[in-house]
């Protein structure tokens, strides 16, 4: 199970925004590929998808740009997962279960699943943002 590379960039820029939350200002596409190196493209679309899954909100205007939708508290990475992804229960493509040995492979892939499910509802983005910033805090103690 790896990390997709829509579901690492769209939680990079997640994080971008959440960490403005406070302030209130958006971020532009532009400020936000250029903090994390996400092609612009591509963070367009992403945003686009966030957006109409009500994790993130635009603003017009010259000061225009993209806000977190609620608070970084409240956005699970299972909120962000489910947007980009989706998290079905079932396998995508799976066969019938024509055999025992198949059966007990879907039953355990489904706890496999679920304890992913788990993992990924219990962490926020305010977590990631604040893991981010105790990183940082021990890489500038280790350089003075």
């Known amino acids: 199970m790896d990390l997709s590379c829509k579901i690492e960039y769209a939680l990079?820029?997640?994080?971008?925004?959440?960490?403005?939350?406070?302030?209130?200002?958006?971020?532009?596409?532009?400020?936000?590929?250029?903090?994390?190196?996400?092609?612009?493209?591509?963070?367009?679309?992403?945003?686009?998808t966030l957006r109409r899954s009500g994790l993130v909100k635009s603003q017009r205007g010259a000061r225009g740009g993209y806000l977190l939708a609620r608070e970084p508290w409240l956005i699970t990475l299972y909120d962000v997962v489910s947007?980009?992804?989706?998290?079905?229960?079932?396998?995508?493509?799976a066969r019938p279960l024509d055999t025992l040995e198949a059966s007990v492979i879907q039953d355990v892939w489904g706890e496999v699943r679920r304890g992913a499910e788990q993992v990924l509802q219990k962490h926020t983005l305010k977590d990631l943002l604040d893991q981010r910033n105790t990183k940082q805090q021990v890489d500038i103690m280790y350089y003075i």
Not at 29 to 38: G, K, Y
Not at 84 to 93: L, Y
């Open 12 to 48: 990079l820029a997640l994080l971008e925004l959440s960490s403005c939350y406070a302030s209130g200002d958006p971020l532009q596409i532009r400020q936000i590929c250029a903090r994390q190196s996400i092609p612009d493209r591509y963070l367009e679309q992403l945003l686009a």
């Open 83 to 93: 947007c980009i992804e989706g998290f079905d229960t079932q396998s995508e493509g």
